[in-house]
């Protein structure tokens, strides 16, 4: 067994299922399509990522997988898990519980909607953890889109305004400066307002960018 276990929470991709806040303005076909093709890259990512890396991947989804006409194909090197009850933070303590509870030394939770996620990053947040106690990817809107453990802290978990600016902030009040690091923010598209910031931000994952905005102009 590998010492790096990889947590991904991700939904499955049906309309009415995913990105809400983009569906209430562009459209449930827009923001599924939009899901779609982020989940896709991440999968491919991590496929390639885990060929060369002794990390093992773990995919935890809110409900079981619809896999007719969403044309997701889940490699057969991630397990397939489920996420607990619970609100965001419940999910993502059990989750971490159930990982360590399994052996892993080294844990990462990430979402499954960064469109500028890149292996670099999994391979620092996973060296942090050679030092600290705990590592972030922060996001422009006051959250963030990794947390990595080096032993369970469900305090992490506890008492944090979810889906609120304030969800980092609360999350370092309950460690000591010295014990955590974190990683080059990025942003977490979950609204037109940051969908447009994105799309014309320079840099980012070009083939994304284009894939999003032929999806974008079918509307």
Excluded at 100 to 112: A, N, Q
Excluded at 124 to 135: G, M, R, T
Excluded at 193 to 216: D, F
Aim: charged share 25%.
């Amino acid at each position: 067994m590998n010492k790096k276990s990889l947590i991904v929470f991700l939904k499955s991709p049906v309309p009415g299922n995913v990105k809400t806040r983009l569906a209430k303005t562009l459209g449930d076909e827009f923001a599924t399509g939009f899901y779609k093709i982020n989940l896709q890259y991440l999968l491919k990512l991590l496929h390639d990522f885990t060929a060369e890396s002794q990390v093992d991947v773990f995919l935890y989804i809110d409900t079981p997988f619809i896999q007719q006409n969403n044309n997701i194909k889940i490699p057969v090197t991630m397990a397939v898990k489920y996420q607990s009850p619970g609100d965001i933070g419940e999910r993502m303590k059990n989750a971490f519980r159930e990982q360590f509870l399994g052996g892993y030394e080294k844990v990462l939770l990430i979402g499954s909607d960064i469109p500028d996620f890149t292996v670099n990053i999994l391979s620092q947040a996973f060296n942090a953890l050679d030092e600290k106690k705990v590592v972030f990817g922060p996001s422009v809107d006051g959250g963030y889109y990794l947390i990595g453990q080096r032993r369970y802290s469900p305090e992490l978990f506890n008492g944090i305004n979810w889906s609120t600016s304030m969800v980092l902030e609360e999350s370092l009040k309950k460690l000591k400066s010295n014990e955590y690091d974190l990683l080059e923010e990025k942003i977490d598209i979950d609204n037109v307002e940051s969908l447009k910031e994105w799309l014309s931000a320079p840099g980012g994952n070009r083939k994304i960018k284009e894939s999003v905005a032929r999806l974008l102009s079918k509307i």
